[in-house]
């Protein structure tokens, strides 16, 4: 951990903010995640993902310590799917055409998993809120797909905070 890392950015910017009394927006982007996938680099990924984790766990000790859930929203997402991750031997050209989830390989090893593509994709991607106003991102989850259920598109998202800021 160096003095710019993530955590530490992100602490930083919630002592800043914190000062305001009419209260704050922090946005906060693990964007090194989105270099790794592009240049289908899993280990890095997995570095910035926890590094990126350990930026929300400081947001939601501030939460906890400063404020509360009745007055604090926290959304944790991304923007897009990058590297069309999945499973070793996964959409392999001339095979079954299968999509195999990844493989733990157990604590200190590196999951079995194969990079797909070095884009962006349309592959939906983890949504997580807590707080006021979640019940309304809940809510505005209107289009479906019919492995994993409802979901939000990016633009929603921004749809619904605006509508509940005013």
């Not at 930083?12 to 922090?26: H, I, M």
């Not at 946005?27 to 993902?49: C, K, L, T």
Request: some cysteine; hydrophobic content about 40%.
């Amino acid at each position: 951990m160096g003095l710019r890392d993530l955590p530490t950015m992100t602490k930083s910017a919630l002592n800043v903010l914190d000062a305001n009394r009419k209260g704050f927006f922090l946005m906060i982007e693990g964007g090194a995640v989105d270099w790794a996938g592009h240049a289908n680099q899993p280990g890095r990924a997995i570095e910035e993902q926890i590094d990126f984790n350990k930026a929300v766990e400081a947001v939601v000790r501030w939460v906890q310590r400063n404020s509360d859930w009745d007055e604090t929203l926290v959304i944790v997402t991304g923007d897009h799917e990058t590297g069309c991750l999945w499973g070793p031997g996964s959409g392999v050209p001339g095979g079954n055409g299968t999509w195999t989830p990844l493989v733990n390989n157990g604590e200190d090893v590196t999951p079995g998993m194969q990079s797909n593509s070095g884009d962006h994709t349309n592959s939906l991607i983890p949504f997580f809120a807590r707080g006021e106003g979640a019940a309304d991102l809940r809510a505005a989850a209107m289009k479906a797909d019919p492995i994993r259920g409802k979901y939000l598109d990016n633009t929603d998202i921004a749809k619904v905070i605006l509508a509940d800021m005013r």
